[in-house]
């Protein structure tokens, strides 16, 4: 559907302002009133959320921004699957775990390039600057207009899941405990 996607709760870390600029940006630049943007989490923080809806409603928005609150987890992964892209322009995380949902539902992912994001999405995303929502806009339309890209973007993400697993990250963690036991045994401890 035509719809980009974003999932988290509302706090000021998260960005979402930009997003919501991003939104009018992209319908002055390229005039498309159908694309529509769902923001999907709780109003952690509820002055920011009001802030958020005053930004939509005085950009002329509300037809096209949407933030639902909160939502089970399956009507998350749903709207995942039917989503165009997903975008994140946090400024401040501590993993993208979100990016890899995205990514396993075969969703492009289009992700600020602060904090965690190239970490975690590698090459498998499109990185933007968060705090310009020209070049979010700009990169959205790339995402959204050419298939090769998103496609190719798509297909990345599917890869990159590779190297997170449960599995993968438990035999690390013990491999860590074990290091950490040794090196306390050699210091006497």
């Known amino acids: 559907e035509h719809f980009i996607l974003s999932v988290g709760h509302t706090y000021t870390h998260k960005n979402y302002e930009a997003m919501i600029d991003a939104m009018a940006a992209y319908r002055t630049r390229y005039g498309d009133t159908d694309l529509r943007l769902e923001i999907v989490g709780g109003a952690a923080n509820p002055q920011y959320f009001a802030a958020l809806e005053e930004r939509i409603r005085r950009l002329d928005l509300d037809d096209q921004v949407k933030m639902p609150g909160p939502l089970p987890h399956e009507e998350v992964l749903d709207k995942m699957s039917r989503a165009r892209l997903y975008l994140v322009t946090s400024r401040l995380e501590t993993f993208g775990l979100t990016l890899l949902e995205a990514m396993g539902l075969g969703l492009p992912v289009l992700a600020s390039n602060a904090t965690c994001h190239p970490e975690v999405g590698g090459n498998a995303a499109l990185y ?22 998103a496609g190719g ?24 405990l074990e290091r950490a036991a040794d090196d306390d045994r050699k210091a006497g401890r």
Not at 156 to 172: N, Q
């Open 128 to 149: 933007c600057e968060p705090q310009d929502p020209e070049d979010i806009a700009e990169k959205m339309h790339r995402m959204l207009t050419d298939q090769e890209v």
């Open 153 to 176: 973007f798509r297909e990345r993400g599917f890869a990159r899941l590779a190297d997170f697993s449960w599995k993968k990250t438990a035999a690390e963690y013990v491999r860590e």
